[in-house]
């Protein structure tokens, strides 16, 4: 029978475990710092394929275009240029480790889901000619629902939880 040696003792660290990026908190980061990421990775990508010019180009042709994808862009781009914000907000202010989090992190959200809840509908009514009715509300409901959850889980975590109160101290 093989022997191991018994496990040395951790060093005790200075900061209380509560204090440290760890938990629910972690990785509600680690998401923000991918929902950051992929934005800009796609921005630079596009950058290096078509240079500045050709990049600023595809953006305002794809944005300015009268026709009905480029509406459905324009309408798709605000939840995601909403949800970026939050998520560099996020992770930028956690960062820092600042107590405006507490606060501005769990009100972006609340934008996040109002602005996504307009661009949906928008959506369908760009897409039905303006016959919006209560069946696509009963379509879009399950999303819109679990989009709210998730804010409100947020807010209260923000405004409740142990490790976000002990984390965010400047």
């Not at 760890?22 to 078509?50: D, E, H, K, R, Y």
């Amino acid at each position: 029978m093989t022997h191991l040696p018994p496990l040395a003792p951790r060093a005790a660290s200075s900061e209380p475990r509560a204090r440290r990026l760890g938990g629910a908190l972690a990785v509600i980061f680690w998401c923000a710092c991918g929902i950051t990421a992929v934005p800009l990775a796609l921005m630079f990508s596009v950058i290096a394929n078509v240079g500045v010019e050709g990049a600023a180009s595809l953006l305002m042709d794809g944005l300015r275009g009268p026709g009905l994808s480029a509406e459905l862009l324009r309408l798709g781009l605000l939840p995601q240029a909403v949800l970026f914000v939050w998520a560099l907000a996020m992770v930028l202010l956690t960062v820092a480790r600042s107590r405006h989090a507490l606060t501005a992190v769990p009100w972006l959200m609340v934008a996040w889901v109002v602005v996504s809840a307009y661009a949906q509908f928008s959506i369908r009514s760009v897409l039905q000619q303006g016959a919006v009715d209560t069946m696509d509300f009963a379509a879009l409901f399950p999303n819109l629902l679990l989009q709210a959850a998730t804010a409100a889980a947020v807010f209260g975590y923000f405004a409740e939880g142990r490790r976000p109160q002990e984390y965010y101290v400047r």
